[in-house]
């Protein structure tokens, strides 16, 4: 429902808030209610809280909806004389884009004026990103070396590090597995994902963890199959909160509790001031990878990435010098 506000003479929208799951579904006249739930399963709820947030400082900074090109090319001005990075300034331009797609009106992100403040910002600005370093597999062994794997915790982050690293998952993927989600093989384990963040459709998508050689210092798989053991969990979340007196609990452990047991891990074997976050474990896989030799195919078959360019950003390596192209100078 649309209401005038007579003090500016300009549309706002009253009724869904900006800030509800019906915000950003198109409003259509006439669904039924099967076809309004497979709506509303087409954003993921991460995508909705993301864009909630993004309308929050928007309007917070005295925007409103629905917006001009004006209203949206000085908000994102003024957001970069902030300081705001680049990469946020996009991700607001492109939920305030959403928004208004997603009620059916035009979207002035796409006006010229809009893109050449964009534009602009990015020339007068360094737009390179920063990247979570990767963590190899030198500085993994460090960090389970600092794990105290006879408790119940230690034991839990020891299966969850590996597990990261050797699945390259991200953190909102590898906390949702499930017992149900393990199909065992002698050479290893097969692991279902039923979401992740470039797979909204609920297409199925499988990752493949192989089994360590006999003496391995550590092997993902049969550090997995002790924790399973050790904790007796069967059915339902495979990593699951455990209490300071070591009881473990009902439900799955979230994103965030596994960033504070990488910071303690890390803490503890003097990595702390490397800047590693959950995100490492997956650049570490693929760089590691990458500088052992294995193909682009190979990895990828891992990491799930589908676009190339995504795909080379993730290959990071210690110093400028490492693997060079140009180490050749003889004839």
């Not at 991200?170 to 149900?180: N, Q, T, W």
Request: hydrophobic content about 35%; some cysteine.
């Amino acid at each position: 429902m649309m209401k005038r506000d007579p003090s500016s003479q300009r549309l706002t929208h009253q009724r869904p808030s900006p800030y509800d799951q019906g915000a950003m579904t198109a409003p259509v006249e006439g669904l039924s209610r099967e076809a309004r739930r497979l709506l509303s399963e087409s954003v993921s709820p991460n995508t909705v809280r993301g864009m909630r947030s993004d309308l929050r400082v928007y309007q917070k900074a005295g925007g409103m909806l629905p917006a001009t090109e004006v209203d949206i090319a000085n908000f994102l001005s003024a957001q970069n004389k902030l300081g705001k990075k680049p990469a946020t300034l996009e991700r607001y331009a492109n939920s305030l884009h959403m928004w208004h797609r997603y009620h059916n009106l035009p979207s002035p992100v796409k006006t010229m004026a809009v893109r050449s403040v964009i534009r602009g910002i990015k020339k007068s600005r360094d737009t390179r990103q920063d990247s979570a370093p990767a963590l190899r597999l030198k500085e993994l062994h460090r960090l389970l070396d600092a794990v105290e794997h006879d408790t119940l915790h230690g034991l839990r982050d020891s299966a969850l590090f590996l597990l990261s690293f050797y699945g390259a998952f991200r953190r909102s993927e590898v906390v949702v597995i499930a017992c149900e989600d393990l199909e065992w093989r002698p050479e290893g384990v097969i692991v279902t994902l039923h979401y992740s963040k470039m797979n909204r459709s609920g297409r199925i998508e499988t990752k493949s963890i192989m089994r360590a050689p006999p003496g391995t210092r550590y092997c993902p798989v049969g550090m997995l199959e002790r924790w399973l053991e050790v904790s007796r969990i069967q059915k339902g979340a495979i990593f699951r909160g455990v209490s300071t007196g070591g009881r473990l609990g009902a439900g799955r452990m979230t994103a965030n509790t596994l960033a504070v047991r990488m910071k303690k891990g890390l803490a503890a074997a003097g990595l702390l001031e490397e800047g590693y976050s959950p995100h490492s474990f997956r650049a570490g896989f693929i760089t590691e990878a990458h500088l052992r030799g294995k193909s682009d195919v190979q990895i990828k078959r891992v990491s799930g990435h589908r676009d190339q360019r995504t795909f080379e950003r993730y290959i990071r390596v210690a110093d400028a010098f490492e693997n060079h192209g140009g180490d050749f100078f003889g004839l």
